[in-house]
């Protein structure tokens, strides 16, 4: 393990944008960092940190990279540094933001970072399985940050949204970024256990990431991803606590052509050996991910 002090005297020979990558990327490799918050590599993970830290674009020209930096902002690096090494915080939590759909986001760690594949469906407008259709009403359940349904609000900007969360805490930042995007006139977000709150109301599109992580999984998670809210992962013992009682009661708040889109990661299979009798669409995905099932209103259990 590198130790905050070398992190602290190597930074401080750091000349230029270029050294305190190339140093970054040796240095994660070498404290055997695990990724997967919005990259997969160390080079990625470095870039990400050290231009973000710096209020500079992810895509900036790379004669920027052999600007010189100056003390405050050699400090600043090495005190992100620092925490990503030591502690293990996810460089999100560390800049206060994350992307998802080509949108920025607000994050802390009161939610889950985003990193849904899901993304892949709102920007294909949830072709083909909607006909070109736009739909009225969209839910985000267990929205988190919000961001599943505020990029959703932006692809189909006539549509009413709801977000909807269990954690109050949760929503406070849910609304941050409902403001940060300017949709507070489509999207409102609410606190609920599920469907609870949500009275009679039908969608035409239900959007979940529900917590589906089974113990097994949990039990072995890296450090990075215990710096993530236990409620938005850990869904009992096969990862199907909250799909269950989602495939419960979907089909009484979806119109009659609605979709639901259920986001269950690595418990895919479970689900598949517990509902064998539903026809569950999976779609691949051009970027990475797996576990999204799509379910038409017709084909779901009635209670």
């Known amino acids: 393990m590198i130790s905050p002090?070398?992190?602290?005297?190597?930074?401080?020979?750091?000349?230029?944008?270029?050294?305190?990558?190339?140093?970054?990327?040796?240095?994660?490799?070498?404290?055997?960092?695990?990724?997967?918050?919005?990259?997969?590599?160390?080079?990625?993970?470095?870039?990400?940190?050290?231009?973000?830290?710096?209020?500079?674009?992810?895509?900036?020209?790379?004669?920027?990279l052999d600007a010189h930096l100056a003390t405050p902002e050699r400090e600043l690096v090495a005190a992100l540094l620092k925490r990503r090494i030591v502690e293990r915080v996810p460089v999100a939590y560390l800049l206060g933001e994350a992307w998802f759909a080509g949108l920025r986001f607000r994050v802390d760690q009161r939610v889950l970072i985003p990193r849904s594949p899901v993304a892949e469906l709102i920007e294909a407008g949830m072709e083909p399985w909607l006909g070109g259709a736009e739909p009225a009403r969209i839910l985000d359940l267990c929205c988190g940050s919000g961001c599943i349904g505020i990029a959703a609000a932006l692809r189909w900007p006539g549509a009413r949204v709801d977000l909807a969360d269990l954690s109050?805490?949760?929503?406070?930042?849910?609304?941050?970024?409902?403001?940060?995007?300017?949709?507070?006139?489509?999207?409102?977000?609410?606190?609920?256990?599920?469907?609870?709150?949500?009275?009679?109301?039908?969608?035409?599109?239900?959007?979940?990431?529900?917590?589906y992580v089974d113990a097994a999984d949990?039990?072995?998670?890296?450090?990075?991803?215990?710096h993530e809210p236990r409620l938005a992962l850990a869904a009992g013992?096969?990862?199907?606590?909250?799909?269950?009682?989602?495939?419960?009661?979907?089909?009484?708040?979806?119109?009659?052509?609605?979709?639901?889109?259920?986001?269950v990661g690595n418990s895919a299979p479970a689900l598949e050996a517990a509902y064998p009798g539903l026809p569950f669409v999976w779609p691949e995905f051009e970027r990475g991910g797996i576990g999204v099932a799509l379910l038409a209103a017709a084909d779901l259990p009635r209670d």
Request: charged share 25%; hydrophobic share 45%.
């Open 5 to 64: 002090k070398a992190i602290e005297q190597s930074l401080g020979e750091m000349r230029t944008l270029r050294d305190c990558l190339r140093w970054s990327v040796s240095a994660f490799g070498r404290a055997g960092l695990h990724y997967g918050h919005g990259t997969a590599n160390a080079w990625d993970e470095a870039r990400w940190l050290v231009m973000g830290a710096l209020c500079l674009p992810h895509d900036a020209p790379d004669w920027v």
């Open 168 to 211: 109050a805490d949760a929503l406070v930042l849910a609304r941050e970024n409902i403001a940060l995007h300017g949709v507070g006139d489509s999207v409102r977000a609410i606190e609920s256990d599920l469907f609870a709150a949500l009275g009679d109301t039908r969608y035409d599109l239900i959007l979940c990431n529900p917590p």
């Open 218 to 226: 949990m039990a072995a998670l890296p450090a990075e991803f215990r």
């Open 237 to 263: 013992k096969d990862g199907l606590d909250l799909a269950r009682r989602i495939l419960g009661a979907a089909r009484r708040h979806l119109g009659d052509a609605g979709w639901l889109v259920l986001e």
